[in-house]
DNA sequence: AACCTATACAACCGCGAGATC
DNA sequence: CGATCTCGCGGTTGTATAGGT
């Protein structure tokens, strides 16, 4: 665990932003070679970062499967749904997001979720159609509509969550309406343009003869 | 046009658990 | 059985950019 720097790694150890050269080196390593013991790859690949680096970057951004950026309104709900049950179990929580990672799914809720959650609940956007998209996702899910029965602490464990059941199902409430409108709005590739997409790299990986 | 602020996301850091030597 | 290593997780920070003044 990052004890001591492996000796051949403390020459030099790059850190910051990815460049396109060194996700190809990567993507090339793993593709050739596979994933795993991440300290010996980032060495033998030639990469300048450290295993870790090189695990996040692979994991995050550049595994094949890897989908990013517009977060259905199914998939907030899921967060919700399992962030309620879990608290900030990322991990856990991704493994039922196929193609999320646990990071996304972090920021995802740190910036977008908790956000309107610490908000008052008065902004409330709810309409019927929001409720039974609400109830739907409930329904399907267990996820109790606007429940004062269960507590925060049964729902998720002893080191989660200042908000009462009340506020917490509220803001949920508040928030679905809130969420779909935005949804609706945004283009499904507006938020990509600034990113080259992972197809790309992968065609160009099928060019090189990987 | 220039500056400021808020937002979103990529990446880093520290830590604990488990595996291996 | 302790030391070391790797992996994975969750929290936090840094930075680019969009939007507002």
Same mark, same amino acid.
């Given at each position: 665990m990052d004890k001591k720097p492996c000796k051949s790694q403390e020459v030099e150890v790059r850190k910051g932003p990815w460049t396109m050269e060194e996700d190809l080196i990567l993507i090339n390593y793993i593709a050739n070679h596979g994933e795993?013991?991440?300290?010996?790859? #980032?060495? #033998? #690949?030639?990469?300048?970062r450290t295993g870790k680096s090189c695990r996040l970057r692979w994991l995050n951004y550049l595994r094949p499967d890897v989908r990013r950026g517009n977060i259905t309104p199914e998939e907030q709900f899921l967060i919700m749904e399992l962030h309620a049950k879990w608290g900030n179990r990322w991990s856990k929580i991704a493994k039922h997001l196929p193609g999320r990672t646990d990071n996304e799914i972090k920021n995802y809720w740190r910036t977008r979720i908790q956000k309107h959650m610490n908000k008052p609940a008065e902004v409330c956007y709810s309409n019927q159609s929001d409720c039974e998209l609400l109830d739907q996702q409930a329904s399907s899910s267990q996820l109790p509509c606007n429940s004062t029965n269960t507590t925060n602490a049964d729902l998720m464990g002893t080191s989660y969550s200042p908000l009462s059941s009340f506020d917490y199902y509220n803001n949920i409430e508040a928030f679905s309406g809130q969420q779909q409108q935005q949804v609706m709005l945004e283009s499904p590739s507006s938020q990509e343009d600034n990113y080259w997409n992972m197809e790309d790299i992968w065609s160009m990986q099928i060019l090189n003869g990987n």
């Open positions: 795993g013991v991440w300290n010996s790859l #980032a060495r #033998a #690949a030639g990469l300048k």
